[in-house]
Structures are given as C-alpha cells and as structure tokens.
C-alpha cells in the first residue's frame, strides 16, 4: 500500500486511504475535455497532451495515465483487430464493456 501511495498520490492519479485505493477523476477531466475538441484520438495525442500537464513524465508513468483513463472513460486502445498502448493506436469508446 505504501508503494502505491507513492506513485498514485503525487500523479494525482488516485488516494490509497488505509483500506482502498480510491481512482481520481483530474486526469480523466482533463483529457476529456481536451478530446473533446479533437476529430480523433490517438494514444500518442493523449500523452502529448498529458506531458504539457505535467512535463518530464517518464514513459512507462503516462501509459499508465493513459490506462487509467481508458478503464474510466470505458476506451480501449485499437488498430485495426489488436488493441495495444501504443501512440499511433486510436482510442474507441465503449471497447471495454464486457471485455473483462
């Protein structure tokens, strides 16, 4: 717990209170209201977009910004058949329903 305190509390990303892990909602706002205004949106737009909120992210940290945003806003990372946390992947909602 106290490692996921560490990593998710400064991100912003979540609280780990004593007995759970509560997911926040700053970064799924953010990229919402940034997808908002985009005709389509790749993986690579939203790290773009994540690394102008908090520069100098290392990579591994944004794709995990970028997972829990998909999980909440119900999207998943596709081309074509495959799905993947790649930048050049497109983020489709609804993917995720059922999909677990």
């Given at each position: 717990m106290a490692t996921l305190k560490k990593i998710a509390n400064p991100l912003k990303l979540g609280v780990m209170h004593e007995q759970a892990f509560v997911l926040g909602q700053e970064w799924r706002g953010l990229l919402t209201r940034k997808s908002e205004s985009a005709t389509e949106v790749k993986v690579g737009t939203l790290r773009g977009w994540i690394g102008d909120q908090q520069p100098?992210?290392?990579?591994?940290?944004?794709?995990?910004?970028?997972?829990c945003y998909a999980i909440q806003a119900d999207k998943a990372a596709v081309s074509g058949h495959r799905s993947s946390?790649?930048?050049?992947?497109?983020l489709r909602s609804g993917s995720l329903r059922g999909g677990w």
């Open positions: 100098g992210l290392p990579d591994e940290v944004q794709r995990l910004i970028v997972a946390m790649m930048s050049s992947r497109h």
